[in-house]
């Protein structure tokens, strides 16, 4: 198998899992959202202040989506940095000049990874 073939078999499995993560954590907020009108209902019927209880379907799909998240940018980064790192040796090799600037470019992909993580966070915090 080719490198361009195996380059659109990643790019096709991370658009799939991407859409399946923005699907669930669309749920999640959906859910969230309905919640939310169930609590206003139960505060306008009792005037009491009630917090909006979390179904365990959201919580579920939450942690599924911060796992999407982290998997996709973890993937993502690991084929950046390698594709990266590989070109960027072979310049270091032909001028020592530009470790520099290799190094520059390695971890803006590395941070490809850290994107995800964050997002992850941010979905967690909100469960």
Do not use: C, H
């Not at 690991?78 to 072979?90: E, F, N, R």
């Not at 803006?108 to 469960?127: H, P, Q, R, T, V």
């Amino acid at each position: 198998m080719g490198k361009s073939k195996l380059a659109k078999k990643v790019i096709a499995f991370s658009i799939v899992l991407g859409i399946v993560a923005i699907s669930a954590t669309s749920l999640l907020v959906l859910d969230a959202k309905a919640q939310t009108k169930e609590a206003v209902k139960q505060i306008n019927e009792n005037t009491t202040t009630v917090a909006p209880q979390k179904s365990d379907v959201s919580v579920k799909w939450g942690f599924i989506a911060a796992a999407i998240a982290v998997g996709i940018g973890s993937l993502a980064g690991g084929l950046a940095v390698g594709y990266v790192g590989a070109a960027a040796m072979g310049a270091i090799g032909e001028r020592p000049e530009l470790a520099g600037r290799a190094l520059i470019f390695v971890g803006l992909a590395e941070g490809i990874a850290i994107y995800g993580l964050i997002i992850a966070i941010m979905i967690l915090g909100k469960i």
